[in-house]
């Protein structure tokens, strides 16, 4: 295996576990939060956002683009533009519809969820703040799943295309 098939192998992997990751929060976690007051919700997605700031998820999440954009790049450098013109709609994919989305719209809403102090509100107060978080990070989240799943889908495509004829 050389290092071209290693990059794609590599990229088509990473995308792969963090499409499983963010499919797996859709259909398990999400429902689950569904089930608990509005405290134990406020309080369990406060510790699931400052939890998740780690290299473990940091590295992949941010390292994904750039892995499949260099993975795109060795392909059209070694003369297949299908397969680099499928991982560039992979990477674009990705960068736009999970990472740009979870910047600027699930950071934020996490951002101010982490500042919301659970023991000085009231129970009005704390269902309120889940109102006005839950849905919006759920619709975010569904666009950034549909996103990844796409992304892993084209380089997992990328991955089995036959090389064109000369």
Do not use: K
Not at 12 to 40: C, D, E, K, N
Not at 143 to 165: D, G, H, K, M, Y
């Amino acid at each position: 295996m050389d290092a071209t098939q290693i990059l794609l192998t590599t990229s088509v992997v990473a995308t792969g576990l963090m499409a499983g990751l963010f499919y797996g929060w859709s259909v398990s976690v999400i429902p689950g939060t569904r089930r608990i007051s509005s405290t134990g919700y406020v309080t369990l997605m406060q510790h699931v956002n400052r939890e998740i700031l780690t290299p473990r998820f940091l590295v992949p999440f941010v390292g994904i683009p750039v892995l499949l954009g260099a993975a795109a790049l060795t392909q059209l450098r070694a003369g297949d533009q299908r397969r680099g013109a499928v991982l560039i709609a992979s990477a674009l994919t990705y960068l736009v519809g999970v990472f740009g989305v979870t910047a600027a719209r699930n950071v934020p809403l996490n951002d101010a969820l982490d500042g919301f102090d659970l023991r000085a509100m009231s129970v009005e107060s704390i269902e309120q703040r889940r109102q006005s978080y839950e849905g919006p990070w759920n619709r975010w989240n569904t666009v950034r799943t549909i996103a990844n799943v796409a992304a892993f889908t084209l380089a997992a495509s990328a991955a089995v295309l036959t090389e064109q004829p000369d």
